[in-house]
């Protein structure tokens, strides 16, 4: 498949996953984020640090290694690189990793708690554990980048980690699919901080993973 056009195909979907966050009411009022996809070889699609009305024109492609192939980052974007860069090599099945500062799941990073699964869209859509922390560490720095390193290699299947004072940074197959835990991760901890004000959030029962994922299969026959 021709090199443009898959750069071009991925780049439009960062765009409407972006869209998408935006439409469901999950990011920061700065409207910061950056989100990735990963092209082939040690390369990525790569957004700016402010994604609120992005263009497709606006990504650049970044290898591993730090180096813009293509387009342009302003320094403040550059930062970030090594932290997608982190989860790429960790996690070869991951197809786009998205960073926020949504607010609810950002309170639990600033008070250094993971967040519970104890929502079902958390455990449809990829995340049937607790999110865990990663210790706080100047943003891009070896620190913070070993950090994430280290919490991929104790949580072999979590699909998003809370960064300590910071925000939250989650990863998946695909953009939607990407997108679609983050906005299930910030209404879980939005609720979280509700169900606080009335006794508490209360776990799911023994056995309700399996029992969702036959629920989802006999929907799908």
Same mark, same amino acid.
């Given at each position: #498949?021709?090199?443009a056009?898959?750069?071009d ?9 972006t ?9 920061? /009022?700065?409207? @910061?984020?950056n989100l990735?996809?990963? &092209?082939d070889?040690e390369? #990525?699609?790569?957004?700016?640090? /402010?994604?609120r009305? &992005?263009?497709?024109g606006?990504?650049?492609t970044?290898? %591993? ?11 403040? !974007?550059?930062?970030?690189?090594a #932290? @997608?860069?982190a989860v790429y090599?960790a996690?070869?099945?991951?197809g786009t990793v998205i /960073?926020t @500062? ?7 990073a &600033?008070a =250094?708690?993971?967040?519970p699964?104890?929502t079902?869209? #958390?455990l449809?859509?990829?995340?049937a554990?607790d ?8 943003r891009?720095s070896d620190?913070s980048v070993r ?8 949580r072999?299947?979590? !699909?998003?980690?809370?960064?300590a004072? =910071?925000?939250?940074l989650v %990863?998946?197959?695909d953009p939607e699919?990407?997108? =679609?835990?983050?906005v ?10 509700a ?8 776990d %799911? ?9 036959a629920a989802?299969?006999k929907?799908?026959?």
């Amino acid at each position: #498949m021709n090199d443009a056009y898959v750069r071009d195909e991925r780049a439009g979907r960062l765009v409407e996953a972006t869209e998408q966050l935006f439409a469901a009411g999950v990011m920061s /009022h700065s409207g @910061h984020a950056n989100l990735s996809a990963r &092209l082939d070889g040690e390369r #990525m699609l790569l957004t700016p640090g /402010h994604v609120r009305g &992005l263009r497709a024109g606006q990504l650049a492609t970044v290898g %591993f290694d730090g180096q813009v192939l293509d387009g342009a980052l302003k320094s403040v !974007s550059a930062e970030i690189i090594a #932290m @997608h860069t982190a989860v790429y090599r960790a996690r070869p099945g991951v197809g786009t990793v998205i /960073h926020t @500062h949504s607010p609810s799941a950002t309170a639990f990073a &600033l008070a =250094h708690r993971p967040l519970p699964c104890r929502t079902e869209p #958390m455990l449809r859509f990829g995340q049937a554990e607790d999110v865990p922390v990663v210790p706080w560490g100047p943003r891009g720095s070896d620190v913070s980048v070993r950090g994430i390193a280290e919490v991929l290699r104790r949580r072999p299947t979590t !699909s998003a980690v809370l960064l300590a004072n =910071h925000g939250l940074l989650v %990863f998946g197959p695909d953009p939607e699919a990407t997108a =679609h835990l983050v906005v299930a991760i910030e209404e879980s901890a939005e609720a979280e901080l509700a169900a606080a004000a009335i006794g508490g959030a209360v776990d %799911f029962p023994p056995g309700a993973q399996e029992d969702v994922r036959a629920a989802i299969a006999k929907a799908a026959r």
